[in-house]
T-cell receptor, first 115, second 112 residues
C-alpha cells in the first residue's frame, strides 16, 4: 500500500514552453501533497505544500506564478512549470500524506530538462 | 527551527565492510526521525524510522537508534553489499507536523 506515482518520469522541453507533472496516490486518499526539487548531488528542497481543494502554500523564494500547483482531488496533484528555462532543469519529486497520519510517501520523481 | 546535520560523503566501501553514517538533529519537542534511500535516477524510499527516544528502527540489515541525549540517529549496517550503493538521507519531522527536514545526503558506493 501507499504507492505514489509520477508522470512523466522524464521530460525534455524547449525554453519558453510549459510542462505539467502529475502526482497520483494510487491506493490511498492524499489530503496533503508536497512538491520537492532536487539539484544534482544535493538534498531535497521543499517547494510547496498543497491540501486538497485549497491553494498551495509555497516556501520562501519559490515563485508561485512560475510553479503552479493544483490539488483538485484526493488522488491527484499537478505541478506546472510555466515558461520553462534551462535553470528550471531539475529532478522534481512529489510526496503524499493521507488522513491516517503525517507520514509522507514519495513518488519516483520526474527529470525535467529544458533546452 | 528544525535541522539535520549529516555526515558528508562520498563514502566508498568494500563488500562486507561495516557502514556507519552519522546524523544529528536540532528540534523542539519530540520529533520523528527517518532514514531514506535514493537509488540512481529514482525517488526516495523509506528505509527505517523511529518515533520516540530509544526506539530502534531496522530494515534490510540497517539499524538506527533514536538517541535523545545526543540528538543523534546514526545509520549502521554490519555487512554492506554492492546493492546498497545509493544516496542516504537522514530526515526529521516535527511533532504534529507534516514537513520533513532533510540532511544533505551521503553517497555510498560499495565495491565488489
Amino acid at each position: 500500500g501507499a504507492v505514489v506515482s509520477q508522470h512523466p518520469s522524464r521530460v525534455i522541453c524547449k525554453s519558453g514552453t510549459s510542462v505539467k507533472i502529475e502526482c497520483r496516490s494510487l491506493d490511498f486518499q492524499a489530503t496533503t501533497m508536497f512538491w520537492y526539487r532536487q539539484f544534482p548531488k544535493q538534498s531535497l528542497m521543499l517547494m510547496a505544500t498543497s491540501n486538497e481543494g485549497s491553494k498551495a502554500t509555497y516556501e520562501q523564494g519559490v515563485e508561485k506564478d512560475k510553479f503552479l500547483i493544483n490539488h483538485a482531488s484526493l488522488t491527484l496533484s499537478t505541478l506546472t512549470v510555466t515558461s520553462a528555462h534551462p535553470e528550471d532543469s531539475s529532478f522534481y519529486i512529489c510526496s503524499a500524506a493521507g488522513t491516517g497520519g503525517y507520514e509522507q510517501f514519495f513518488g519516483p520523481g520526474t527529470r525535467l530538462t529544458v533546452l | 527551527g528544525n535541522s539535520v546535520t549529516q555526515m558528508e560523503g562520498p563514502v566508498t566501501l568494500s563488500e562486507e565492510a561495516f557502514l556507519t553514517i552519522n546524523c544529528t538533529y536540532t528540534a523542539t519537542g519530540y520529533p520523528s526521525l527517518f532514514w531514506y534511500v535514493q537509488y540512481p535516477g529514482e525517488g526516495l524510499q523509506l528505509l527505517l524510522k523511529a518515533t520516540k527516544a530509544d526506539d530502534k528502527g531496522s530494515n534490510k540489515g540497517f539499524e538506527a537508534t533514536y538517541r535523545k541525549e545526543t540528538t543523534s540517529f546514526h545509520l549502521e549496517k554490519g555487512s554492506v553489499q554492492v546493492s546498497d550503493s545509493a544516496v542516504y538521507f537522514c530526515a526529521l519531522r516535527g511533532s504534529n507536523d507534516y514537513k520533513l527536514s532533510f540532511g544533505a545526503g551521503t553517497t555510498v558506493t560499495v565495491r565488489a
